[in-house]
């Protein structure tokens, strides 16, 4: 008699809207693929999730943090479909640190003609910039590099990559790891002399785990 | 009929018997559609109206003969018992909260070019006729605008309310309609057998004739336009000038009497003058607002838009402000101009209030535009998303034009020469992008400047020592600019696992000792 009332009681409170339970969220099926077997396995809905925020931090540049998305971002290129009036496919960089090579980008199967950089001159127009071209409905993805990023700012950038139906990957050093953040996945990617090691910090609807040498 | 040779009068009116004209009509259907009609718009008041509009305690002045008198008052002056002919003191003394304004011409030529522009809506065919006289040939005009009386209220409550005071006459003639404004004679005559009988009684002083001719014909007891036409042709023109008889005979549709359409400047250019400085913001965006509408107006009646916008602030003391405004693509809708001007606007600095705003349109373009959906297309709208030209202007408006980019590769061998920025707000803006088939493997991130690596024995560091991966690739070209590279490339990684692109330059400018650079990093 009483462990009844105990699980009603537990199925009750289950029942809850309040209670949110990562295991039973209906995981996005249509990640979109990364190109990397070994991630997308990992990844909840079989790769990176569409019409979110997604983070990367990294230690250092040079480490295969473009290389890492460079197969969905040519194929979102490659399946864009040309319809009016909007054309969507298109991929912005937002404040990138360097100049992205062009040459390099065409040997990757990225479609230079769909390629927008901004460079805002100031860090809180870089965050406008982003939360523009996520909303607009034009850009596939949208790539950032803010200089900070606080909770609040990754929330609106996670509300215009579903407004505009866009994924967005922001690119934030390693100490941000602590800070709270409204992505839908976080990943951290370091390298040393033997290889990279990325890890998976948080992802909706996955779990977390550690990749080695993936790019 | 020898008779009538000898005096040829130039009432050759009624002798046609008054049944001939629709008889005449009748077998004439052709002829009818040549028939114009001309619509005249007079401004008595032009010279105080361009002052500005609804200034009631106002006068303007002119110089004749070295001495200034009034020229036109105010209703508030007038009512005061100001008067033209007055002398300024004498006018102050009457009403002392009397403004006095010299008076300009040019303005006032700006203004009647401003009405021709609006009247342009009207017919296709306007006129300036002199200083304060607007035409327009409106017997095309007729069907579209639901009859004379209705086009003739319409004209008359725009001028209305443009705060212009108007006398309209229409007439077969230009001369006739003129004159009959003129002489504030309410007329619309259609048929050109009525002009005689309309113009008869008009007093000659409508004619702008020179005053020593109207002297001498007064002195005659010729006072009308009737008495004039019943006197011998002859005589007329020996006495005063073939031009008054040719001018009679125009009038009256002997004679052909051409005249010369105005065309409208291509590009718009409006200004807004205050009465005082203004630096409310919210404002002078307001007053930027009205002038975009104006200029979509302009745009609208031509089919046209254009890519780019010049707004300028004037100050009394300081120099000039100005904001260009430019789009990606060709437009004239007020809104979509407003809401850049918005973004613009906010950061721009102004150094004092502002006194006056002119906006210039840019080259006009051809513009295509497209149909709107029927609304039973029940897709919804997706109206919070737009194209990627509306989002390119966007951020160029907030952040600059330099600072939003498309990219291009180039066939290249140099790393740095291999790329250039594209952009997207050229007139082509599908431009041809460059398939360049370059090395096999070339870094994600180019360094906008190769940055020089300390050595060790010649080895290069970057956070320690580096380990070549692949290379050498050699670089040797661009020998006929003075950009020529001698390279040798070579992929490496350093301690901390960072892929990177550097080279070592052969040439001989670092005396033997070769220099290591970083250029591109694997990301």
């Known amino acids: 008699m009483p462990r009844n009332s105990d699980t009603s009681s537990l199925e009750k409170l289950l029942e809850n809207p309040r209670v949110w339970r990562a295991r039973s969220q209906p995981g996005p099926a249509d990640g979109l693929s990364s190109g990397y077997a070994q991630l997308d396995r990992l990844l909840p809905g079989g790769g990176w999730p569409r019409q979110a925020l997604t983070e990367i931090l990294i230690e250092q540049y040079g480490i295969g943090e473009l290389q890492l998305l460079m197969p969905a971002l040519a194929s979102l290129c490659a399946e864009a479909p040309g319809t009016e009036p909007v054309e969507p496919g298109w991929i912005a960089w937002v404040a990138p640190p360097f100049q992205p090579y062009p040459p390099a ?8 003609a769909r390629m927008l950089i901004v460079r805002p001159k100031h860090d809180s127009e870089v965050l406008w910039s982003a939360e523009q071209a996520l ?16 909770d609040q ?6 509300l215009a990559a579903e407004k505009g139906a866009s994924w967005a990957i922001a690119f934030r050093p390693l100490s941000a790891r602590h800070e709270p953040s409204a992505a839908a996945l976080r990943l951290e990617l370091s390298a040393n002399h033997r290889g990279t090691r990325l890890a998976i910090l948080k992802s909706r609807g996955g779990s977390p785990a550690v990749l080695h040498d993936v790019v | 009929m020898a008779r009538a040779r000898r005096s040829p009068v130039i009432a050759r009116d009624s002798a046609p018997t008054p049944d001939a004209a629709p008889h005449h009509r009748q077998y004439a259907l052709p002829l ?12 008595p008041n032009l010279p105080l109206e361009a002052c500005g509009p609804g200034d009631c305690d106002l006068a303007v002045i002119e110089e004749r003969q070295g001495v200034h008198r009034v020229l036109l008052a105010g209703d508030r002056a007038r009512a005061a018992g100001v008067l033209p002919g007055q002398s300024p003191n004498a006018a ?6 009397l403004r006095l304004e010299e008076r300009n011409p040019i303005r006032e030529q700006q203004v009647l070019e401003l009405l021709a522009t609006w009247l342009e809506q009207f017919s296709s065919f306007v006129s300036i006729a002199g200083l304060d006289v607007l035409l327009l040939e409106i017997a095309g005009s007729l069907r579209l605008f639901g009859g004379l009386k209705s086009l003739r209220r319409r004209i008359a409550d725009g001028l209305e309310a443009q705060g212009f005071e108007a006398s309209l006459a229409i007439a077969p003639t230009p001369l006739a309609a003129t004159w009959l404004a ?23 002083s409508c004619l702008e004739w020179p005053p020593t001719v109207l002297e001498s014909l007064a002195g005659m007891g010729i006072t009308d336009v009737g008495d004039c036409l019943r006197l011998p042709r002859e005589g007329f023109a020996r006495r005063f000038g073939v031009k008054r008889l040719l001018e009679l005979d125009r009038a009256l549709g002997h004679l052909p009497d051409p005249r ?6 291509e590009r718009f250019c409006a200004d807004f003058e205050m009465t005082e400085e203004q630096g409310d913001r919210d404002l002078l965006l307001a007053i930027c607002q009205q002038l975009l509408q104006s200029h979509e107006q302009f745009l609208l009646a031509r089919q046209l838009g254009t890519q780019r916008l010049l707004f300028t602030f004037f100050h009394l003391k300081a120099k000039a402000t100005s904001l260009p405004l430019g789009g990606a693509r060709t437009d004239r809708a007020a809104d979509h101009w407003y809401e850049l001007l918005r973004l613009r606007f906010e950061k721009l600095v102004l150094p004092e209030p502002v006194i006056a705003i002119r906006l210039r349109g840019g080259t006009p373009r051809a513009l295509h535009t497209t149909s709107g959906r029927l609304a039973f297309h029940d897709r919804p709208p997706r109206e919070h998303y737009y194209s990627m030209s509306q989002l390119a202007e966007r951020l160029a408006a907030r952040i600059g034009n330099e600072s939003v980019h498309g990219v291009n590769a180039v066939a290249d061998h140099r790393p740095q020469y291999a ?3 594209r952009d997207l707000f050229a007139a082509r803006a599908a431009e041809v992008l460059t398939q360049v088939c370059q090395g096999t493997d070339r870094p994600l991130w180019l360094l906008p400047e190769p940055e020089l690596l300390s050595t060790d024995n010649g080895h290069p560091l970057h956070q320690g020592r580096l380990r070549f991966v692949s290379g050498p690739e050699r670089l040797e070209t661009g020998w006929w600019d003075e950009h020529g590279i001698v390279r040798d490339y070579y992929t490496a990684v350093s301690p901390r696992g960072a892929g990177l692109w550097v080279f070592r330059n052969r040439g001989r400018q670092h005396g033997g000792e070769a220099a290591w650079y970083l250029h591109g990093i694997f990301g």
């Open chain 1, 105 to 112: 980008l065409q040997n990757c199967g990225i479609d230079l």
């Open chain 1, 135 to 150: 909303s607009s409905g034009t850009c596939a993805a949208v790539l950032l590099w803010p200089q900070v990023l606080d």
């Open chain 1, 153 to 158: 700012a990754s929330r609106r950038l996670q």
């Open chain 2, 32 to 43: 009818a559609k040549t028939e114009r009609l001309w619509f005249c718009v007079y401004l």
């Open chain 2, 92 to 97: 102050l003394a009457l009403l002392p909260t």
């Open chain 2, 182 to 204: 003129r002489g504030r004679r309410r007329a619309c005559i259609r048929d050109s057998a009525n002009v005689m009988a309309a113009l008869r009684g008009l007093p000659l």
């Open chain 2, 260 to 265: 010369n359409s105005w065309r409208a400047p």
């Open chain 2, 419 to 421: 790329w250039r920025a």
